[in-house]
């Protein structure tokens, strides 16, 4: 037997423990742009996906696509404004978003897990009442530059409320559910919904047991400089007091402001790290070192997180 082998063989029997803790346990995972953006990483990410979905866990795979949107509206002649690393969204930006979120983007990575015979579907908050969004209202928000602005953020909605159970009737008969960024209110209008928040609110209201954020860097850093910087572990107020010292970068915000409220809202884990290493997710998922950031609601011993995560 060659030393690989044997690696191999330990490496399995090491992660036995996780495989039996999350067989039939729900995983939410929230696809950045520049995941998307990658033909290559979006392919491991879906064999990744085909790994957990074979050994009996539950996945969704949740999604905006901010890059690509951005793109397909300077094709069109407009350049896109964000505020805060969120997107505004008038008239022309809704249209781009639902055909870039709910067409593109949904099918090619419908087409990534078929390659590797997973069984998935596609839709949007709007399918079956899953979400019911609400206008935003002009909202006073820091802007880069560290002003305050009062944002009118145009057809931008704010998560009201989930019915999951298009979800988990997906889930019951063995599908994964790719869920694009939009979401409607009673009325029927669309709203460009926030990928972040939108994951995080199907994460609590499925009780998921993690929620995965696949982005571009290796988790949440101090110094967005230096990778060196890496928070592996962290609670919710740590993570509030980083948010507030303004150490983060734009993009970041949203996805630390969501894993607070999803670690306050009963999700057990929920993880930051990039989509484009290689088996990043399985790393983080069945060892104990992991690959990228950790949240959970409240600090306890290490020794114990590394048992249970």
Known sequence: MTLDTTRGI??????????????????VIKLG???L??????DGVAAQVSLLWSLGIRVVVVHGGGPQASAASRRLGFEPRLVAGRR??????????????????NVDVLSALRRHHVSAVGLSGVDAELVTARLRPPTPTR?????????????????????????????DARFVPVVASLAGDEEGRVYNVNADTLAEALAVALRAQKLLFLTGVPGVLRD????????TF???????????????????????????????????????????APDSILCEVFTGAGCGTMIVARKEARADVELVD
């Open 88 to 105: 505004v969204t008038d008239d022309d930006a809704l249209l781009v978003a639902k055909m870039v979120f709910a067409g593109e983007l």
């Open 37 to 42: 953006a990658d033909s290559d990483a979006l």
């Open 33 to 35: 742009g520049e995941v």
């Open 224 to 231: 967005r400089r230096d990778p060196a910087t890496l928070v």
């Open 143 to 171: 802007t880069e530059a560290g002003d305050v602005e009062v944002v009118d953020f145009g057809h931008v909605g704010d998560v009201a409320a989930v019915d999951p159970r298009i979800l988990t009737t997906l889930l």
């Open 10 to 27: 330990a490496g399995l029997k090491g992660a036995l423990g996780y495989v039996r803790a999350y067989r039939d346990r729900t995983f």
């Open 234 to 276: 962290a609670d919710a107020d740590d993570l509030a007091a980083l948010l507030a010292s303004g150490a983060l970068e734009a993009g970041m915000g949203p996805k630390v402001e969501a894993c607070i409220r999803a670690a306050r809202g009963g999700v057990e884990r929920t993880h930051i790290l990039d989509g484009r």
